[in-house]
C-alpha cells in the first residue's frame, strides 16, 4: 500500500532546510512473522545547506509510535529527547529541546551501513510545528498499526 498523505516532516528555521520521510507501506504485507508484518518502506528526503539526500530505508512501525509518545513528552516539557531510529542504523533523528522552545534535530544518514556514505546535519526549529508534527504521526500509526505480538516499548 502507497500512500503519498503519510509522510512525517521537519521545516528548518533556515528556508530550505527539512526532512521530509514518506512512507511508502509496508515492504511484506503478506509475511507471517509478526516482525516482518511490521517492517514499513521509506523514502527520507532531506536539504540542510548545501547538502541535499534521498535514500531508501526502513522502518518498524513501533518506532513511530515510540517517537510519537516521545514528542508528545518533549511538546509538555520542552526539556526532553525525541529519537527515530531505523532498523540497520541508517537513519536516525534525535530532537533535543533547549527548555524554552528551540529544538534542534540532529540527524544522521548513511547509505549502508556500517561503512557508507554518511550525512549528518542539524535542523533548527521550535516547538510550534510539534501538533503538526504529531498528527502526521497520528496518520501514520493509524494507517500502519502495530499487527502481531510485538510489543512497543515505553
Not at 521537519?10 to 527539512?18: A, L, M, P, W, Y
Not at 527520507?44 to 518506532?63: E, P, Q
Not at 554518511?118 to 533548527?124: A, D, F, N, S, V
Request: hydrophobic letters at 35%.
Amino acid at each position: 500500500m502507497t500512500n503519498a498523505d503519510s509522510y512525517f516532516e521537519i521545516k528548518g528555521i533556515n528556508e530550505n532546510d527539512f526532512i521530509r520521510i514518506d512512507v511508502n507501506g509496508l515492504k511484506f504485507p503478506f509475511a507471517e512473522l509478526d516482525w516482518d508484518k511490521n517492517v514499513l518502506n521509506l523514502v527520507v528526503k532531506l536539504n540542510v545547506g548545501a547538502f541535499s539526500s534521498n535514500l531508501s530505508t526502513d522502518i518498524m512501525t513501533t518506532d513511530f509510535e515510540v517517537f510519537k509518545r516521545e514528542l508528545k513528552y518533549l511538546y509538555d516539557n520542552l526539556k526532553a529527547t525525541a529519537t527515530l531510529e531505523g532498523i540497520e542504523a541508517d537513519l536516525s533523528i534525535h530532537i533535543y529541546g533547549d527548555g524554552i522552545g528551540h529544538l534542534n534535530a540532529k540527524c544522521y544518514l548513511t547509505d549502508f551501513y556500517p561503512d557508507g556514505n554518511e550525512l549528518k546535519c542539524e535542523i533548527g526549529f521550535d516547538q510550534t510545528q510539534i501538533p503538526e508534527l504529531i498528527k502526521q504521526l497520528e496518520k501514520i500509526t493509524t494507517e500502519f498499526p502495530t499487527t502481531g505480538k510485538l510489543k512497543i516499548p515505553n
